[in-house]
């Protein structure tokens, strides 16, 4: 079991309350042992009948809180049980590390969290393609965009060449969204993948918490086309793919519907796609920096991310329960 541990301490005056409360760590109890999720090697014994918090005041972080206590307030350790195990990881899904938050030293002058955050199994093939098709994407956007400039006024624009972008970078979004709910084990709802089970992929990918922005066209606003899925208690549409439907199905009705700002946010959603499943990688990093930058990315609690293994080999992939 992984425990987040708490110093709080608490005002004795009524007249003025006062509340403080301190994250002091993680803590993983197992095998009869209690040791820091940064420090497995460093075990302190512990029995079922020994009470976690009375063991844990006796640790040397802890130790340093409650000494020399202020007698106008009551001081406290307390716990919070994680669903965390460690070694545990979800496929194409990206949590980072827990312990990365925890470390602030550096290795051969790199930092630590650059190295032990992309040390997750994950398909480099499969990683490596989806690149490989976001910057063929990105090739047939920029011949666009020297014709018609990325400026807001011309969001509206319309035509043949942005049209067919629209369908194919919306189509390498429903197919990378299909395998990570196909390899999750998330079934359709009906016979096939449509955007209501794609909107279920915001509660384990937090796509609404991305915005990015196009490194090399300033005058593009901030893009973040998961946006309306944000907070949304049932389903919510995604205008640019509703779009992207109806100049698919139905060109002949809707060839107004062909907008450059639909396009930007479709090719954006793919982008996002790669961050949301393997993070920022360096290959990531390198190829497609010139193209876009990250402006917001989700911040998770500690709680929700991962514990690495022992030993790299000891990863153990868990289909991620939606």
Known sequence: MIYKVFFTETSND????????????LWEKKDGYLSEVRFPKKKISITENDNLIEVLKETRICKIYLENPDPEMTTEISVEETNQVRGIYYPRI???????DLSSFSLLGRDKKTIEAFN???DENLLVNSIEQLNTLSEFLNKILR?????PANFDAYGFDIRNLIILSATEFE???????????????KWNYTIIDFFKSDKLLRLSDYEVAFSRFPDIPTMS?????????????????????????????????????????SISACYILLLAQYGN???????????????????LDISEKL???LKDTEWEVKKYNC
């Open 225 to 265: 086309p998961f946006s309306s899925w944000k907070n949304a208690s049932s389903f919510q549409s995604l205008d640019w793919y509703s779009n992207y439907n109806k100049i698919k199905h139905d060109r002949e009705d809707n060839f107004h519907k062909s907008r450059l700002i639909d396009l930007l946010n």
């Open 14 to 25: 009524i007249n003025e309350p006062y509340s403080h409360k301190e994250f002091l760590g």
């Open 281 to 299: 990688r360096p290959i990531i990093n390198e190829t497609l920096s010139n193209y876009w930058k990250i402006v917001k990315s989700p911040q």
């Open 120 to 122: 997750i199994p994950i």
């Open 307 to 309: 514990i690495s293994p």
């Open 175 to 189: 197919a990378q969204i299909t395998g990570i709910l196909k390899i999750n084990e998330i079934k359709p709802d």
């Open 94 to 100: 990206y949590r980072g590390i827990a312990h990365d």
């Open 147 to 151: 014709t018609v400039f990325p400026a």
